[in-house]
């Protein structure tokens, strides 16, 4: 996957023209949203629509000048980097906030976009139209503030502390909770494998300090290395990846630490297991309930996705150690 500094010039104007269609289509569906009880704020959203075709006709009106009438077929899930937004039928149904705190992040990656694509463009029109690009979706998330400042009341909050409130979503929440899922499921199967093959507290143990310290590590690395955060706005690779390892981490380490009861015990083996197991439990509803608070997931619905999960990695690993 290529980051956008690896495309050539036509390829960072086709992804323009291809990012400004989807992020219309997102307004409208926005717009159609809050047209019954919210008619400004869809007056709003369809104008914010209007003016991202304008936009899509621009470039591509550049694009024909320069490279003809062909488009490549390039989004933004194809190149690094990118903030991954969500179908537009998984758009419909949202609170006005949360409407207003996607058009927020829209515009922010899509500024960051522009202003990236400015510097590494040679030509002298391509460059002025991604510059005043850039100022556009600036002001664009001025205009996402005034719609929740409209109607919100009560609930109002100031852009200083909505945007902060947001990178600490994009750049602590999301890889945090990337790896405490990883941590808390996959280190499941491996861990109780082990103890139902040796039934040995200190084996299990040493396998689920190994596989979480191992998870973390790998996980760490891993969302480090995704995304620079320039265009996405997630900040730091660094400090993502280190959030993302830690949780791994700790999440692994939760249902491991229960093995560290002493073998000499009574019934040792079978504490261990059933602390273990209470303590993956609290692990699983605490990952819903984070998904419930930053994500909008439903509760109910997030942990039978979660507890579902984790029972079939559980099953897979008591099995395979009582074979």
């Not at 075709?53 to 621009?58: C, F, L, Q």
């Amino acid at each position: 996957m290529p980051t956008l500094n690896e495309l050539s010039e036509r390829e960072v104007l086709a992804l323009a023209i291809t990012s400004e269609e989807e992020d219309s289509r997102i307004y409208e569906t926005f717009a159609d949203q809050c047209r019954e009880n919210f008619p400004a704020s869809a007056r709003a959203f369809a104008a914010m629509a209007e003016e991202e075709r304008g936009h899509r006709a621009d470039l591509y009106s550049l694009y024909r000048q320069r490279f003809g009438e062909h488009l490549p077929a390039i989004r933004r899930d194809d190149v690094r980097g990118f903030f991954r937004r969500k179908p537009v039928w998984l758009s419909k149904h949202l609170p006005l906030e949360r409407m207003r705190q996607e058009v927020a992040i829209m515009e922010m990656e899509a500024a960051n976009f522009y202003e990236r694509a400015a510097d590494q463009t040679t030509d002298v029109s391509v460059r002025e139209l991604f510059v005043h690009l850039a100022e556009v979706e600036r002001g664009h998330e001025k205009k996402a503030a005034q719609i929740e400042e409209t109607h919100l009341g009560a609930e109002q909050r100031s852009e200083e502390a909505l945007v902060q409130h947001r990178l600490f979503v994009l750049q602590y929440v999301q890889p945090g909770l990337t790896g405490l899922i990883d941590g808390s499921v996959s280190t499941l199967a491996p861990l109780f494998a082990a103890a139902f093959a040796t039934h040995s507290n200190k084996d299990t143990f040493l396998v689920g300090l190994a596989a979480s310290l191992g998870a973390g590590i790998s996980m760490g690395i891993s969302e480090a290395m995704a995304d620079d955060g320039i265009i996405s706005g997630r900040g730091s690779p660094w400090l993502r990846g280190v959030v993302c390892g830690l949780m791994t981490t700790i999440g692994g380490l939760g249902h491991t630490v229960p093995y560290l009861i002493p073998g000499i015990w009574d019934n040792a083996f079978a504490i261990a297991t059933i602390l273990a197991g209470i303590t993956v439990a609290i692990e699983l509803v605490a990952i819903a309930w984070v998904r419930t608070r930053y994500m909008e997931t439903p509760f109910f619905r997030s942990v039978i996705q979660v507890i579902v999960g984790g029972a079939l990695v559980l099953a897979a690993g008591v099995i395979i150690g009582s074979a």
